[in-house]
């Protein structure tokens, strides 16, 4: 699933070029979060995954599609990873989710 970075992210005002940082503070579209919901068949849980959870399914470290929930701490972290330059036009970038 390819999705443009607008598509995810609630954009500042007029601004459209983001840092990584910047990028990765803001709020998330309900939208998307149940459209990745939905792509991955996995819910989506508000809040944060415990990172002591003894099952491997709830690690912050296993990849989304093996996931059982979907939190934001999942989709900040995976998008973190993905992008790999330093700035980004929100309008024009994209981010492909397995």
Same mark, same amino acid.
């Given at each position: 699933m390819k999705v443009k970075l607008s598509d995810i992210f609630v954009k500042k005002s007029n601004q459209s070029v983001y840092t990584r940082n910047q990028l990765l503070t803001l709020k998330i579209k309900k939208k998307f979060i149940q459209r990745l919901s939905l792509h991955l068949d996995i819910p989506y849980m508000e809040g944060s995954t415990v990172e002591s959870n003894l099952c491997y399914a709830e690690n912050i470290h296993t990849r989304l599609e093996y996931r059982s *929930?979907? %939190?934001?701490?999942d989709i900040i972290a995976y998008v973190g990873a993905?992008?790999?330059?330093?700035?980004?036009?929100?309008?024009?970038?994209?981010? *492909?989710? %397995?």
């Open positions: *929930t979907l %939190s934001k701490r993905t992008l790999e330059q330093e700035s980004f036009d929100i309008n024009t970038e994209e981010i *492909t989710f %397995s």
